[in-house]
């Protein structure tokens, strides 16, 4: 990074508003004159999650081009909200840098946090606050967790949140005891073979999944997504290694998939 990168980054984000400005006009692109909210959406969750396996691949080249187009995404809908005169990009930048100084008084400010559960904890503190503040109805502890949040990351919140009220296991021995119950509830089901009993359990399996990796200080949503792309791995590893052979999938015994999945493993 050049010594002058971090004084020279609002030139450089100014010149990314002109641009997506001009692609707006009636001098610019028809293709980006005729998106809207709307169809910018799908583009905003494809940028986010190339970013998110940009940063499990820790390739960082790529991480960089990735959060360019993330930022892009951003500007386009800003664009947007200026043309018909909703807010501008400025009143975003405004929102963020105020939110950040307002909700970190232990540096910008005289607060006390020692630990980042105490950041957490007085974060959510003051974010009630300002709803309070605006007059905003109350919505309850769980209020400002998003149903349209992925599963894995709405549960993470959900018993986050609990947490900071003391609604919470006391340790990870606990939530193991809980997952036991869970599975042997599950068993119970299948028995009963109902499958709105059988949603219902696994579900409760899953949640206490998140909880336990809530305890252990480990990301759901991120490790599911490793374990997806390890999965991809050595699938794609079977698969080649049989065409090698001159076997497809489907001409492939269990066992010869499985003896090729332990060599995956290995590699």
């Known amino acids: 990074m050049k010594p002058d990168s971090n ?5 450089k984000f100014q010149r990314l508003v002109e641009i997506m400005a001009r692609l707006r006009s009636r001098e610019g692109c028809p293709w980006d004159r005729e998106q809207t909210f709307a169809t910018i959406k799908p583009y905003l969750l494809e940028e986010t999650y190339e970013v998110l396996d940009a940063v499990d691949a820790r390739d960082w080249p790529s991480l960089s081009e990735e959060l360019g187009d993330l930022l892009l995404e951003a500007v386009f809908l800003a664009q947007i909200a200026s043309e018909e005169r909703l807010f501008g990009i400025e ?21 006390d946090a020692r630990t980042p559960e105490d950041v957490k904890k007085r974060w959510d503190e ?21 149903r ?18 003391g609604f919470d296991w006391e340790n990870a021995e606990q939530v193991l005891e809980k997952l036991d119950e869970e599975l042997k509830e599950l068993a119970q ?22 909880n336990l990796a809530r305890f252990l200080k480990i990301d759901p949503e991120q490790a599911l997504r490793k374990t ?24 492939a015994s269990l066992n010869e998939m499985d003896a090729l999945w332990q060599e995956a493993k290995r590699e």
């Open 148 to 165: 349209s949040l992925p599963a894995l990351v709405e549960a993470e919140r959900l018993t986050s949140r609990a947490a900071t009220v």
């Open 7 to 11: 004084s020279r980054a609002g030139e």
């Open 126 to 146: 003051i974010k009630v606050e300002e709803k309070k503040e605006r007059g905003a109805p109350a919505a309850g502890l769980l209020g400002g967790v998003p």
């Open 228 to 251: 997806n792309a390890k999965f991809r791995q050595r699938f794609s590893y079977l698969e080649q290694k049989l065409l090698a052979q001159g076997k497809s999938l489907a001409e």
């Open 189 to 210: 089901a299948r028995t009963a073979a109902h499958p709105r009993e059988l949603e219902d359990e696994v579900g409760d399996l899953l949640f206490v999944l998140v």
């Open 91 to 111: 009143d975003s930048l405004d929102a963020i840098t105020s939110k950040l100084v307002r909700r970190h008084p232990h540096v910008f400010g005289s607060g």
